[in-house]
């Protein structure tokens, strides 16, 4: 049997959840969505992506016609439905039904649909050895073009650089903001820790800011790391001690080679390996979210 999929107001099978080929969110990835995770029961920092999806869709102009409340119960019920505690969530709002052409205003009414599934998780081994990362050529795209701070259906900036690190046969990609800065990987944000202080860059550097990302900069300030959110260039990441990326399906993973040079000792290090435990133990533990 598939699963139970939310759809325009409806809980439907997965066979009858079926989208128009119409559909803008199709056509030209116009939409926004969210990738959410459920531990334990909680649907973690679930208020956080929804603030994310709805200030992504007021930014492209989208009215969703679920409330941000009605909307946590969809996601809550489409957990609860499917018999899931522990989920990877994919929250879709698209444009909606539309011609051919790319005008938005004639698609009458946004599509949204959510979809509860287990997640596949990187293999453990990549946790305790760490990710090799390289810039590629491919640069984030800039603010008044493609803001990064929207999490758009239109993934095409991703996808070139992760093109380019298969290529380049390195498991992720580091992208670059037209000025030459470190912005993020294909879909995570990056950190790097220099004589004990953690670093990540800040927002307008253009990269989405991830909960996961702002849930360790709690974490640590816990810790008393301190943090600075500031502009850095590939020789920082070159030079730093230690490199970790963070997002909602890889949690915190380290980061030990950077365009052929070991990064600190080419060890995960003690601050990320703390940081690490701390996250997971945060998410699996903490309660913070909305109950299933
Ligand atoms: N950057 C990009 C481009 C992403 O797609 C993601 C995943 N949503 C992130 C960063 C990490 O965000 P989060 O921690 O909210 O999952």
Redesign the pocket.
């Known amino acids: 049997m598939g699963l139970i999929i939310y759809l325009d107001g409806q809980y439907v099978e997965e066979e009858q959840a079926k989208v128009s080929v119409f559909d803008h969110g199709l056509l030209y990835g116009d939409g926004v969505f ?2 959410i995770r459920a531990y334990n029961g909680v649907v973690f920092k679930l208020k ?2 929804l603030k ?1 999806l709805y200030q992504g869709a007021h930014t492209m102009g989208l009215k969703i016609n679920e409330t941000p409340e009605e909307m946590a119960q969809v996601v809550t019920e489409t957990c609860r439905r499917n018999d899931l505690t522990d989920a990877y969530i994919r929250l879709v709002v698209t444009r909606g039904k539309g011609d051919l052409g790319l005008d938005p205003r004639k698609c009458a009414k946004t599509t949204t649909f959510c979809i509860s599934a287990t997640i596949k998780l990187y293999p453990e081994e990549l946790y305790q050895t760490g990710l090799e990362l390289i810039t590629v050529a491919t640069r984030r795209n800039i603010a008044e073009a493609c803001n ?1 701070r929207v ?1 758009s259906l239109n ?1 095409l900036n ?1 996808i070139y650089a992760k093109m380019e690190a298969n290529l380049a046969g390195v498991p992720e990609a580091v992208l670059l903001n037209n000025e030459g800065y470190v912005a ?6 990056i950190f790097f820790v220099r004589d004990g202080v953690l670093y990540t860059p800040p927002i307008s550097a253009g ?9 360790v900069i709690d974490l640590a300030k816990k810790r008393g790391i301190e943090v600075r959110e500031v502009l850095f260039t590939r020789m920082d990441l070159y030079t730093a001690d230690e490199c970790f990326l ?4 890889a949690e915190a993973i380290p980061a030990v080679k950077y365009d052929g040079r070991m990064i600190g000792t080419g060890q995960p290090g003690e601050i990320t390996k703390m940081l690490i435990q701390d996250y997971r133990d945060y998410v699996r533990n903490a309660g913070d979210g909305e109950k299933i």
Do not use: S
């Open positions: 969210e990738g956080e992506h994310r990064p999490k993934y991703n993020e990987a294909t879909g995570d944000n990269l989405l800011e991830g909960v996961t990302r702002n849930c963070t997002g909602t399906a």
